[in-house]
């Protein structure tokens, strides 16, 4: 099993940043995918961005210029840079890792933090 715990939420002003951090911690025999959802009240789970094992980035196009994706390898730790922040923004954000066991990959999620954007 995985386990992912995310800090660094709370709250922030329009204009302004935040960054959230994930521990990964368990079997992390294998990550394939680690990145970053968000899931506004009343809407869907959304992907923020992610990295890929071999170093690529993805990113929502909400975000794109503005969020940045960084993560350190050794510590299986993923951070997620917010920066030039909106209300829309506003949101719980789940670390997500895809991996683990290395014959058995599966979906993992951690338990969320809410970041809150005041105008």
């Known amino acids: 099993q995985v386990q992912l715990v995310e800090s660094g939420g709370g709250l922030g002003q329009a204009g302004g940043s935040l960054r959230l951090s994930c521990a990964a911690s368990?079997?992390?025999?294998?990550?394939?995918?680690i990145g970053w959802y968000r899931q506004a009240p009343g809407k869907q789970r959304e992907l923020v961005a992610n990295?890929?094992?071999?170093?690529?980035?993805n990113y929502a196009d909400s975000v794109q210029g503005r969020f940045s994706i960084s993560r350190d390898t050794v510590k299986n730790l993923v951070y997620l840079q917010m920066n030039s922040l909106k209300p829309e923004d506003t949101a719980v954000y789940y670390c997500?890792?895809?991996?683990?066991?290395?014959?058995?990959?599966?979906?993992?999620w951690g338990r969320g933090t809410q970041v809150t954007v005041s105008s």
């Open positions: 368990g079997a992390t025999f294998r990550i394939d995918v």
């Open positions: 990295v890929r094992s071999d170093g690529k980035t």
């Open positions: 997500y890792l895809y991996g683990g066991d290395y014959f058995n990959p599966k979906d993992y």
